[in-house]
C-alpha cells in the first residue's frame, strides 16, 4: 500500500517555516493559557461523554486474530496510562486532568491536586508512571511541561506524588530540567524504570537541535535518577566538566517512547525524526545518538538531507529506522502471556500513519519484522500500557481507551 511521505507531530510543520518574530507573538498569546489543573479538573471531567459499562462494545477490525472492546471515551489527548491495580488505571490528559478508571464498572473519577501545566503545542501534563514499589511506599511518577518565567517558556520536569483518596498530596519535583525555552515542540517526555531503584526519562531537542550535542543542558538527552531524585553514583557524566550529571545518552531529537526490558535488562527508545527517519535506539550508558550531526530524514523546508550523512564514526546507528515516518508516540517492550508469539516484540502507537506498530527483535538486537496493525480505526495511537493479563490497553487523540484481546 502506498503510505505518506510525510511525518505529521503533534506540532504543525509549518512552525518550522514560520518567521521567528511570528512565532514569538504566536507563542506568547498561547502561552498565556496555563492550565491551573485543580481548578478545572471537576467541571471539564464532569461534562465528558463517558461509555458506561452496559454501552461498553467491540471494535469492528480486520485482524482475524484480535478482538477490540471500547472501554471508555471522551479523554482530551490521553498522553498517559498506567495500571494502579489490576483493575484501575490512572490516565493523564496533556491538557492537564488525571483521572482513575475503574476496569470493571467502568466508571472515571477525577483526581485533584495537580500542579500548574503550561498545555499548548506538544507540552502539557504528560507520562504517568506508577513506581515499582507502589505497594510498599505510594509514589506515582508524572512527567510535564512546568511553566517557567510566568509562563512565557517551559521546561520538562519529572515529578512524583501519592494518591490520597480522590487527590495528589506530597507532590515533589524531582528535576526541573535545564530544557526550558519559549517553543512549545520537543518535550519528550516518557518514563521507564530499570527495577533496580532507577527511573529514565527522556527531553527533547526543544526545537534547538544543536542542543542535543550540547551535554551542559538537558536537551535532547534521556537522564536517569534515582527513585528519590538523587543522582546514580555511576551515572556516565558524573565528573566531566559542564556536563550534566543526569544525563544518560544524548543526541535524541525527540524521544517519546522510552521501555525498559527486565528480562533482558535493556532500555530501548523510539524518537520522532524530522521529515523521515523516525528510529528506534538500544539506550546504552553514556553513548551519542547523533542527532543532528546523523539523521535518516530531510529538513522540511526542502528535499535536503540534515548533518553530516547518516553515519559517524562514535555515533550510534538505529537499530530501526523508519522513512517515512509514522510519528511514534509511546514504546513498550511485551511481556505478557496472553499474545505468546509476541513475547519480546517491540509495540510503538503511530500518530501520522494511525497504526499499531509491531517490530520482531532478534537474539542480537536487530529489527528482523514488522507489522503494522489496526491501520483500519484511523486513529492517532498514542500511549499504550500492558494489562496484568497481558493484554493491551491503547489511548488515542480522539480521546478512547481500547483494549486489544486475543480473539475468542
Known amino acids: 500500500m502506498r503510505l505518506g511521505s510525510l511525518e505529521q507531530q503533534d506540532y504543525l510543520s509549518d512552525w518550522c517555516l514560520m518567521p521567528k518574530l511570528m512565532k514569538l507573538k504566536l507563542l506568547r498569546v498561547r502561552f498565556s493559557k496555563v492550565i491551573l489543573s485543580l481548578g478545572i479538573l471537576a467541571s471539564s471531567v464532569a461534562s465528558a461523554p463517558l461509555v458506561s459499562a452496559e454501552s461498553a462494545k467491540p471494535i469492528a477490525q480486520n485482524h482475524s486474530d484480535l478482538q477490540l472492546e471500547l472501554i471508555a471515551s471522551g479523554f482530551d489527548i490521553p498522553w498517559g496510562m498506567s495500571f494502579l491495580s489490576s483493575?484501575?488505571?490512572?490516565?493523564?490528559?496533556?491538557?492537564?486532568?488525571?483521572?482513575?478508571?475503574?476496569?470493571?464498572?467502568?466508571?472515571?473519577?477525577?483526581?485533584?491536586?495537580?500542579?500548574?501545566?503550561?498545555?499548548?503545542?506538544?507540552?502539557?501534563?504528560?507520562?504517568?508512571a506508577v513506581s515499582p514499589n507502589y505497594v510498599g511506599q505510594g509514589w506515582i511518577y508524572f512527567t510535564y511541561s512546568k511553566p517557567i518565567d510566568d509562563g512565557d517558556a517551559a521546561a520538562t520536569t519529572l515529578a512524583r506524588a501519592r494518591l490520597e483518596g480522590q487527590r495528589l498530596i506530597d507532590w515533589q519535583d524531582l528535576l526541573v530540567t535545564d530544557s526550558a525555552t519559549d517553543s512549545g515542540q520537543h518535550f519528550g517526555s516518557r518514563i521507564a524504570f530499570d527495577h533496580q531503584g532507577h527511573i529514565f526519562f527522556g527531553v527533547g531537542d526543544r526545537g534547538e537541535r544543536d542542543q542535543a550535542q550540547n551535554l551542559s543542558n538537558h536537551m535532547g538527552s534521556i537522564l536517569r535518577l534515582n527513585l528519590d531524585g538523587s543522582l546514580p553514583s555511576d551515572n556516565p557524566f558524573i565528573g566531566v566538566d559542564s556536563a550534566r550529571a543526569e544525563i544518560w545518552s544524548y543526541g535524541h531529537r525527540n524521544p517519546q517512547g522510552l521501555a525498559f526490558d527486565w528480562q533482558q535488562k535493556q532500555l530501548w527508545s523510539i524518537e520522532h525524526g524530522p521529515r523521515g527517519g523516525d528510529e528506534i535506539n538500544l539506550i546504552e550508558k553514556g553513548q551519542n545518538y547523533g542527532w543532528p550531526i546523523i539523521s535518516y530524514g530531510k529538513e522540511y523546508w526542502g528535499p535536503f538531507s540534515i548533518g553530516e550523512g547518516t553515519h559517524k564514526k562514535g555515533l550510534q546507528q538505529p537499530v530501526k529506522v523508519y522513512i517515512p515516518s509514522i510519528a511514534p508516540g509511546s514504546l513498550i517492550v511485551y511481556r505478557g502471556e496472553a499474545f505468546a508469539e509476541w513475547q519480546g516484540n517491540l509495540f510503538a502507537g503511530a500518530l501520522k500513519l494511525k497504526h499499531l506498530n509491531r517490530v520482531e527483535i532478534s537474539a542480537d538486537n536487530q529489527a528482523v519484522a514488522e507489522e503494522r496493525l489496526l491501520i483500519d480505526l484511523d486513529e492517532r495511537v498514542r500511549a499504550m500500557v500492558q494489562s496484568p493479563e497481558g493484554h493491551l490497553l491503547i489511548s488515542t487523540d480522539s480521546g478512547k481507551i481500547i483494549r486489544i484481546l486475543p480473539r475468542r
Not at 483521572?99 to 506538544?122: C, F, H, T, Y
Open 87 to 128: 483493575t484501575t488505571l490512572l490516565i493523564n490528559e496533556r491538557a492537564g486532568r488525571l483521572s482513575l478508571l475503574d476496569l470493571e464498572s467502568l466508571k472515571r473519577i477525577s483526581i485533584a491536586g495537580l500542579p500548574e501545566v503550561l498545555a499548548d503545542g506538544q507540552g502539557g501534563l504528560l507520562d504517568i
